[in-house]
Antibody
Framework: QVQLQESGPGLVQPSQTLSLTCTVS??????????WSWIRQHPDKGLEWIGY???????YYNPSLKSRVTISVDTSEKQLSLKLRSVTAADTAVYYC??????????????WGQGTLVTVSS | QSVLTQPPSVSGAPGQRVTISCTGS?????????VHWYQQLPGTAPKLLIY???NRPSGVPDRFSGSKSGTSASLAITGLQAEDEADYYC???????????FGGGTKLTVL
């Protein structure tokens, strides 16, 4: 059973870079059948897709965040990473990593991390 | 504003049937892309409830079912139970965004 665990600072200062890591256990991050995504949830709000990576390198980002986001994967360490630059208070959210099944297009997320709260504040 | 539109809230008494709608457009649901549904209990990560329009993962009760027609989809819950009280999200793929899209979520209250 695949398990995902997010880690990183819970507090980030405005204008700095938010950096999170998702460690994957019980499965491979290089399988062509899956894609790996970051999703966030603002306090008491809905889910917002940030971006995803597959085939260990192809990336797609939410157009609203594209200029500030980088997602990468380290297959040897079995880790997914997220970098969000120039953060503001509007980036305060719970950040989830999730594994999705790749078919003709990216489909459902069948495994989620527990989520990590990141607060942007000075 | 979410690409997929869900009602903010629905409610029902124990034992009743409720439905949650998810309305999209010609670049997502209407383009033939699958719709998936998630249940999120308070303080927890979302859990896959329905995938590919109407399929249940192992362990999900058959009280939960999904359907899709045109640019919309629906989640139906029959025999409502107190433990079903949660937030529900639909999800699909959008070709104009080349990305995943979610509904805004629906809070189910069991009266």
């Amino acid at each position: 059973q695949v398990q995902l665990q997010e880690s990183g600072p819970g507090l980030v200062q405005p204008s700095q870079t938010l950096s999170l890591t998702c460690t994957v256990s019980g499965g491979s991050v290089s399988s062509g059948y899956y894609y790996w995504s970051w999703i966030r949830q603002h306090p008491d709000k809905g889910l917002e897709w940030i971006g995803y990576i597959y085939n260990s390198g192809s990336t797609y980002y939410n157009p609203s965040l594209k200029s500030r986001v980088t997602i990468s994967v380290d297959t040897s360490e079995k880790q997914l990473s997220l970098k969000l630059r120039s953060v503001t208070a509007a980036d305060t959210a719970v950040y989830y990593c999730a594994r999705g099944t790749l078919q003709r297009e990216p489909t459902y997320f069948d495994n989620w991390g527990q989520g990590t709260l990141v607060t942007v504040s000075s | 504003q979410s690409v997929l539109t869900q009602p903010p809230s629905v409610s029902g008494a124990p034992g009743q049937r409720v439905t949650i709608s998810c309305t999209g457009s010609s670049s997502n649901i209407g383009a033939g892309y699958y719709v998936h549904w998630y249940q999120q209990l308070p303080g927890t990560a979302p859990k896959l409830l329905i995938y590919a329009n109407n399929n249940r993962p192992s362990g999900v009760p058959d009280r939960f079912s999904g359907s899709k027609s045109g640019t919309s989809a629906s989640l139906a819950i029959t025999g409502l139970q107190a433990e079903d009280e949660a937030d529900y999200y639909c999800q699909s793929y959008d070709s104009s965004l080349s990305g995943v899209v979610f509904g805004g979520g629906t809070k189910l209250t069991v009266l």
